[in-house]
């Protein structure tokens, strides 16, 4: 079955970085997509990035175009790079699975495997 699991959470003050590293098991897709969203008390659950495994530019929402960067491998990780972290961004963040080359960007319904989430709290 396939599996995702988010790591590299934590807490961290306003303006200081976080990578988190998603990693995919148990499919074989020659084409898929991933995608980090994010879900914070009294905030509509909102997908910040995705990217495709190949042919395709990666989706960024507008809050965090600049600051956050999206990146996948060979081996079935996917990263993001948070800059720039600002207390709005503190939630849980998850990775999801879409099985399509077409990224989903506020659609997450389409998303067919999700992660369970890390926390990222950014706080003095």
């Known amino acids: 079955q396939v599996q995702l699991v988010e790591s590299g959470g934590g807490s961290v003050p306003p303006g200081g970085s976080l990578r988190l590293t998603c990693t995919a098991s148990?499919?074989?897709?020659?084409?898929?997509?991933i995608g980090w969203i994010r879900q914070a008390p009294g905030k509509e659950r909102e997908g910040v990035a995705c990217?495709?495994?190949?042919?395709?530019?990666p989706y960024y929402a507008e809050s965090v175009k600049g600051r956050f960067t999206i990146s996948i491998d060979g081996a079935g990780n996917t990263y993001l790079q948070m800059n720039s972290l600002k207390p709005e961004d503190t939630a849980v963040y998850s990775c999801?699975?879409?099985?399509?080359?077409?990224?989903?960007?506020?659609?997450?319904?389409?998303?067919?495997?999700w992660g369970l989430g890390t926390q990222v709290t950014v706080s003095e």
């Open positions: 999801a699975m879409v099985k399509s080359w077409v990224c989903p960007a506020r659609a997450l319904s389409l998303y067919d495997y």
């Open positions: 148990g499919f074989n897709l020659a084409h898929y997509a």
């Open positions: 990217i495709p495994n190949r042919d395709g530019d």
